[in-house]
């Protein structure tokens, strides 16, 4: 009987386990319906760790900060790479990209780590900053001709310029035929943009389905969304475009000699990074720049801000076509939008961080607890506990634009638990060998944002004491949620 429904009893030397009132489910809908309180009860009842059944899967939660550094350091009985190498390859349709499948021998984390960080962040930057003020002053994405207040949802602007700019940053631009007018060339362009950012919706909407294992058919919209957005990234379309990033044309190269994937399944791996570059992006820019404007104390210091950097920098603000331009070095001496972002951040993000047991093992945690794990078991980490833990944040539900800033307005770095300085607070992107290799570029991407927005634009709630949209709880675990519905804003271009 226990074989047929999968539950579990549990040893000796196994963490208390929950198994949940429902065969092969267990817990997982008490979990998804708010996993932030289900683990907190659980916490409260079990202690630091325990283990629950969801959807077929025994998870071991791993409660304690302290002792998420054993996770981390214990690194060789984890295997990391199956989770998510079939996670993409469910979600976006490509085939394996492990190379123990035998369909390509690149390393892909290397790839990541080569056009994400070092030199090649210098020249995502660069073309993001270019990139974003054709489409706020340039391109009609925007209705800033005018002067005249404009009013939009926040969430529905942010999504446009942050998408359009960091399609562009990441894929390039169409090259020009002789002959095109440069007008008509930008709007066309723009067009298949935009029309991709509809197909993205679609698709984006349904992904944390295709995470839990439903197939990808029987959504006919999102299915034929995807399938029409990966044809816009077909080698032979990438081809045409100018100035692409290192990532992508990398990418390209070792998809074209290291792999065997056909046509569709190159361009499928193409749009898993598509959406890994928006997906968490595009809400952490709309809660950033939410709290920004709802504060008039962070909006006065981020202004402040801005307006030091540029002076420093010797840029001025103009509507004659010449643009801002601001150095890496600039851009990384914002601590007041750093703070912002963090702790934006800090309030939206829902990651889930799991690693699955390569072998049966013994788990040593913080303070000499041990625990017997076994093979094929997954161990997950849930910073969200943390991040609205009151003993590490004070008054966690609140908005402080200043939380990451010590006494001498430099980064701050040192927060407490139970008295003790905690390694891991602060867990958006994700730990150790899985951490977000983007990281860099989200966070210069989000600040460009904020200061082109703050040097250009007025900007106002439409009402001021608007309350705060909530978190979407649907796709917990997945990274920054989005917000239930969007807010009304006006924004207009400032007088030069
Ligand atoms: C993976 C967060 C932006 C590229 C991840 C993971 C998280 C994350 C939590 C998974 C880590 C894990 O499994 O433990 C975020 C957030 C972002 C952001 C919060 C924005 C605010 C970006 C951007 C890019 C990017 C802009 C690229 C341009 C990637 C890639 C992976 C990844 C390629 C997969 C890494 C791998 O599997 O080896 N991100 N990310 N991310 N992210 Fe980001």
């Given at each position: 009987?226990?074989?047929?429904l999968?539950?579990?009893?549990?040893?000796?030397?196994e963490?208390?386990?929950e198994?949940?009132?429902?065969?092969?489910?267990?817990c997982?809908?008490?979990?998804?319906?708010n996993?932030?309180?289900?683990l907190?009860?659980r916490?409260?009842?079990?202690?630091?760790?325990?283990?629950?059944?969801?959807?077929?899967k025994?998870?071991?939660?791993?409660?304690?900060?302290?002792?998420?550094?054993s996770?981390?350091?214990?690194g060789?009985?984890?295997?990391?790479?199956?989770?998510?190498?079939?996670?993409?390859?469910?979600?976006?349709?490509?085939?394996?990209?492990?190379?123990?499948?035998?369909?390509?021998?690149?390393?892909?984390?290397?790839?990541?780590?080569?056009?994400?960080?070092?030199?090649?962040?210098?020249s995502?930057?660069?073309n993001?900053?270019?990139?974003?003020?054709?489409?706020?002053?340039?391109?009609?994405?925007?209705?800033?001709?005018?002067?005249?207040w404009?009013?939009?949802?926040l969430?529905?602007?942010?999504?446009?310029?942050?998408?359009?700019?960091?399609?562009?940053?990441?894929?390039?631009?169409?090259?020009?035929?002789?002959?095109?007018k440069?007008?008509?060339?930008?709007?066309?362009?723009r067009?298949?943009?935009?029309?991709?950012?509809?197909?993205?919706k679609?698709?984006?909407?349904i992904?944390?389905?295709?995470?839990?294992?439903?197939?990808?058919?029987v959504?006919?919209?999102?299915?034929?969304?995807?399938?029409?957005?990966?044809?816009?990234l077909?080698?032979?379309?990438?081809?045409?475009?100018?100035?692409?990033?290192?990532?992508?044309?990398?990418?390209?190269f070792?998809?074209?000699?290291?792999?065997?994937?056909?046509?569709?399944?190159?361009?499928k791996?193409?749009?898993?990074?598509?959406?890994a570059?928006?997906?968490n992006?595009?809400p952490?820019?709309?809660?950033?720049?939410?709290?920004?404007?709802?504060?008039?104390?962070?909006?006065?210091?981020a202004?402040?801000?801005?307006?030091?950097?540029?002076?420093?920098?010797?840029?001025?603000?103009?509507?004659?076509g010449?643009?801002?331009?601001?150095?890496?070095?600039e851009?990384?001496?914002?601590?007041?939008?750093?703070?912002?972002?963090?702790?934006?951040?800090?309030?939206?993000?829902?990651?889930?961080?799991?690693?699955?047991?390569?072998?049966?093992?013994?788990?040593?945690?913080?303070g000499?607890?041990?625990?017997?794990?076994?093979?094929?078991?997954?161990?997950?980490?849930?910073?969200?506990?943390?991040?609205?833990?009151p003993?590490?944040?004070?008054?966690?539900?609140?908005?402080k634009?200043?939380?990451?800033?010590?006494?001498?307005?430099?980064?701050?770095?040192?927060?407490?638990?139970?008295?003790?300085?905690?390694?891991?607070?602060y867990?958006?992107?994700?730990?150790?060998?899985?951490?977000?290799?983007?990281?860099?570029?989200?966070?210069h991407?989000?600040?460009q944002?904020?200061?082109?927005?703050l040097?250009?634009?007025?900007m106002?709630l439409?009402?001021?004491?608007?309350?705060?949209?909530?978190?979407?709880?649907s796709?917990?675990?997945?990274?920054?949620?989005?917000p239930?519905?969007?807010?009304?804003?006006?924004?207009?271009l400032?007088?030069?």
């Amino acid at each position: 009987v226990w074989l047929i429904l999968g539950t579990r009893r549990r040893r000796p030397e196994e963490p208390p386990v929950e198994n949940g009132v429902i065969p092969y489910l267990g817990c997982a809908l008490q979990f998804g319906a708010n996993p932030l309180e289900f683990l907190r009860a659980r916490q409260k009842k079990y202690g630091q760790i325990f283990t629950c059944k969801l959807a077929g899967k025994f998870v071991h939660f791993l409660t304690d900060p302290f002792s998420y550094h054993s996770v981390i350091r214990q690194g060789k009985h984890f295997d990391w790479k199956k989770f998510h190498f079939s996670t993409s390859a469910k979600a976006f349709g490509h085939s394996s990209m492990d190379p123990s499948d035998g369909y390509t021998t690149e390393n892909l984390h290397q790839t990541f780590i080569k056009t994400l960080q070092g030199d090649s962040l210098g020249s995502l930057i660069e073309n993001m900053m270019e990139n974003l003020q054709l489409v706020m002053l340039q391109s009609n994405t925007l209705k800033v001709a005018s002067r005249e207040w404009q009013t939009d949802g926040l969430y529905a602007f942010c999504y446009r310029v942050m998408f359009e700019s960091g399609y562009l940053t990441l894929f390039g631009k169409e090259l020009s035929s002789q002959g095109d007018k440069i007008a008509a060339r930008q709007e066309a362009q723009r067009a298949l943009i935009l029309n991709a950012l509809e197909h993205f919706k679609e698709f984006d909407k349904i992904f944390p389905a295709l995470v839990a294992g439903l197939p990808i058919h029987v959504f006919k919209t999102a299915y034929s969304a995807r399938e029409k957005l990966a044809e816009g990234l077909l080698h032979e379309n990438l081809r045409k475009r100018d100035n692409m990033s290192d990532l992508i044309s990398l990418r390209m190269f070792l998809n074209d000699t290291l792999s065997t994937f056909d046509d569709m399944g190159k361009a499928k791996t193409h749009l898993a990074l598509l959406w890994a570059s928006q997906a968490n992006t595009l809400p952490a820019t709309f809660w950033s720049l939410l709290y920004t404007i709802r504060n008039p104390d962070a909006l006065r210091a981020a202004t402040d801000e801005v307006h030091r950097v540029l002076e420093k920098a010797s840029q001025k603000v103009s509507l004659d076509g010449k643009h801002i331009s601001l150095k890496r070095e600039e851009l990384e001496d914002m601590p007041v939008l750093d703070s912002i972002i963090k702790e934006a951040m800090r309030l939206s993000s829902a990651s889930m961080n799991i690693r699955v047991a390569k072998e049966d093992f013994t788990l040593h945690l913080d303070g000499n607890e041990s625990y017997a794990i076994r093979k094929d078991d997954i161990i997950a980490l849930y910073p969200q506990m943390v991040h609205l833990d009151p003993e590490v944040y004070e008054d966690p539900l609140t908005f402080k634009y200043d939380r990451f800033l010590d006494e001498n307005g430099r980064e701050k770095t040192i927060f407490y638990h139970k008295g003790r300085k905690l390694k891991y607070y602060y867990m958006p992107f994700g730990s150790g060998i899985t951490m977000c290799p983007g990281r860099f570029f989200a966070v210069h991407e989000i600040k460009q944002f904020l200061c082109l927005l703050l040097s250009y634009f007025e900007m106002e709630l439409v009402d001021k004491n608007v309350k705060l949209p909530t978190l979407d709880q649907s796709r917990a675990g997945l990274g920054i949620l989005q917000p239930t519905h969007d807010i009304e804003f006006k924004y207009r271009l400032k007088s030069p």
